[in-house]
T-cell receptor, first 115, second 115 residues
Framework: EAQVTQNPRYLITVTGKKLTVTCSQNMNHEYMSWYRQDPGLGLRQIYYSMNVEVTDKGDVPEGYKVSRKEKRNFPLILESPSPNQTSLYFC??????????????FGPGTRLTVL | AQTVTQSQPEMSVQEAETVTLSCTYDTSENNYYLFWYKQPPSRQMILVIRQEAYKQQNATENRFSVNFQKAAKSFSLKISDSQLGDTAMYFCAFTPPYNFNKFYFGSGTKLNVKP
């Protein structure tokens, strides 16, 4: 089954404790992206990757890191999480950059709480 | 900064009736892509409909259609014959012409379909 998976689905952590949220897709997609969703703000793009070893900042990259060492994986790293990073996180992928020809497929989301 | 505005935080509609969700965006360019996504209580993001800005014909997908007014920078979603399963958050989104790798969402409209 074609899908985007994220782990963990739920995470409660404390300020300053490094964490990684994994994202994997099995569709051989070149483009992957991370978003955070907050009430009243919709989804905001954190980072995106056009292919292996090619990443760039979205609208809200501060406090996050990403890497793309393999085509299928795009982990999101929070080196020193803070309470303002409490949010719902989505990973997404598409064959190429999103357009009307390239649908972006989303993972199920990761609910992160930073105490 | 590119912005997408959804001015209706919440709407209600009776089952079988028609409802229109509004969306405006801000760009001075000529070519871009527009999308509507549905997020039911399961939190899964589902693509509803997509539109290329250079196409004048409004996109249609079954009961979902858009009214794309390029000069007014408006991209509203019409849902006909509303069903209980249409109850969800709806997000308008677009990719800007200067960088199709970037993706911008509106703040969302919560739609309640009442029996």
């Amino acid at each position: 089954e074609a899908q985007v998976t994220q782990n963990p689905r739920y995470l409660i952590t404390v300020t300053g404790k490094k964490l990684t949220v994994t994202c994997s897709q099995n569709m051989n997609h070149e483009y992957m992206s991370w978003y955070r969703q907050d009430p009243g703000l919709g989804l905001r793009q954190i980072y995106y990757s056009m292919n292996v070893e090619v990443t760039d900042k979205g609208d809200v990259p501060e406090g996050y890191k990403v890497s793309r060492k393999e085509k299928r994986n795009f982990p999101l790293i929070l080196e020193s999480p803070s309470p303002n990073q409490t949010s719902l996180y989505f990973c997404a992928s598409s064959q190429e950059r999103p357009s009307s020809y390239n649908e972006q497929f989303f993972g199920p989301g990761t609910r992160l709480t930073v105490l | 900064a590119q912005t997408v505005t959804q001015s209706q935080p919440e709407m209600s509609v009776q089952e079988a009736e028609t409802v229109t969700l509004s969306c405006t965006y801000d760009t001075s360019e000529n070519n871009y892509y527009l999308f509507w996504y549905k997020q039911p209580p399961s939190r899964q993001m589902i693509l509803v409909i997509r539109q290329e800005a250079y196409k004048q014909q409004n996109a249609t997908e079954n009961r979902f259609s858009v009214n794309f007014q390029k000069a007014a920078k408006s991209f509203s979603l019409k849902i006909s014959d509303s069903q209980l399963g249409d109850t969800a958050m709806y997000f308008c989104a677009f990719t800007p012409p200067y960088n199709f790798n970037k993706f911008y969402f509106g703040s969302g409209t919560k739609l309640n379909v009442k029996p």
